[in-house]
């Protein structure tokens, strides 16, 4: 038999930086999985998160090899974004970082929000690759993929959110 | 021969309230004809503007059925307004405005914009019918969408603003 799951805002905050998405994770619980809880979040972040709310969700993000800001609402959050960077700072060069800086300013000037990618085991060359031909959309064309890289990112950080809740439960358990 | 017209960005934020838009209106004069204005505006709404410069344009419009802001960044464009919505409050009965307020509030409860319509020559019970219906879409679906209809309000105006000024030429010419 399945646990049931209950989650705060705070925690679906950390998967999403959309107060509006994650206020509505909650009121879609109690989620039994993790699969139910992808479901329920897809259908939040595309159809009932406006646009101000996914303007917000992006504006969570640290720029692409930089380092989340002090300054994070969320402290989960945080440490998520540094990790799903690891792949790409491994492999970045100080040449790579200083395009890397160069590029993410220029798609700042162009599209007004930052550069949004599922950066999880990508590595600096294929994400500056990826940043350049994205760079010639036109900005709702991209504006939706970032939707869609934000999803990808909310369905990683779920899995870590259930993955995490069973490992405390298991625990618990082992104490008794 | 055509004469060239050479407008500010106060003519052009009259036709779209995204200064950015204004902006680059300005740049890519002169415009020789209305035709030309259009071809750049066109490019320029949608490859050019960000989403947040979409925001903002929205953002400059009344809510339909209810007069433009004292607050309103252009006189020109609140009037504008006035007479794009005059179908729609003339053919509008205190019960069809009381509907439209209550759709109104409900529209931007979902979607955290005003409901935008190219309102000229349109009637408040097909203005409401169009309401209901765009209310369905995703937020994303409902974003492009009133882009095309901020597009064809530039269109408008901008044919107003060069006939505006055709007819200030010719005045000029017959008080030689």
């Not at 206020?23 to 993790?34: A, I, W």
């Not at 690891?86 to 930052?114: H, I, M, P």
């Not at 085991?121 to 350049?132: A, N, V, Y």
């Amino acid at each position: 038999m399945e646990s049931i799951r209950v989650f705060d805002e705070k925690d679906f905050f950390a998967c999403c930086g959309s107060s509006k998405f994650a206020q509505e994770m909650v009121l879609s619980g109690p989620l039994s999985n993790y699969q139910q809880a992808v479901d329920a979040a897809r259908d939040i972040w595309f159809n009932k998160v406006d646009v101000n709310g996914w303007l917000e969700a992006f504006a969570a993000h640290p720029k692409i090899g930089e380092s989340p800001s002090q300054k994070s609402k969320s402290s989960a959050f945080a440490n998520w974004s540094k990790g799903e960077q690891s792949t790409a700072l491994n492999t970045a060069t100080d040449s790579s970082l200083q395009e890397l800086v160069e590029w993410n300013a220029r798609y700042w000037q162009k599209f007004g929000v930052v550069f949004l990618i599922f950066a999880s085991g990508r590595s600096t060359p294929e994400i500056l690759g990826e940043m350049k031909r994205r760079y010639n959309n036109r900005p709702i064309v991209e504006f939706e993929i970032a939707a869609q890289e934000q999803m990808k990112i909310i369905e990683l950080r779920l899995s870590k959110l259930f993955s995490l809740e069973a490992d405390a439960t298991s625990k618990a358990k082992s104490d008794f």
